[in-house]
């Protein structure tokens, strides 16, 4: 019913930068927040940056600084631009969206996309 699609991961050295991009799409009524996560391999999927329906933003402390999160969550597109890369960053990026379907308009649910790699290596 709900697709999240993401886009912009790849290879990057270390101090560079990379735009992800995050579109969903289907029957979609309401989104009350999108925003990305990253999984390092062997670890957790953790925060990186979140945006609320309204404007409200937050950050992981690791990224404060280096990436900015924004987008129109009325039509459906998130993006992070991501500065001065290191390699830690190195991860998994998912687009994760609180949705509320045409079916249950008022249900608002976390929705995952599949994920776009992000390499920072030298």
């Known amino acids: 019913q709900v697709q999240l699609v993401e886009s912009g991961g790849g290879s990057v050295q270390p101090g560079g930068s990379l735009r992800l991009s995050c579109t969903a799409s289907?029957?979609?009524?309401?989104?009350?927040?999108m925003g990305w996560y990253r999984q390092p391999s062997g670890k957790q999927r953790e925060l990186v940056a979140n945006?609320?329906?309204?404007?409200?933003?937050e950050y992981a402390d690791s990224v404060k600084g280096r990436f900015t999160i924004s987008g129109d969550i009325t039509k459906n597109t998130v993006y992070l631009q991501m500065n001065d890369l290191k390699p830690e960053d190195t991860a998994v990026y998912y687009c994760?969206?609180?949705?509320?379907?045409?079916?249950?308009?008022?249900?608002?649910?976390?929705?995952w996309g599949e994920g776009t790699l992000v390499t920072v290596s030298s």
């Open positions: 945006q609320k329906y309204g404007g409200t933003t």
């Open positions: 289907g029957n979609i009524f309401s989104i009350a927040s």
């Open positions: 994760k969206a609180e949705i509320a379907t045409t079916h249950r308009p008022y249900f608002h649910m976390g929705q």
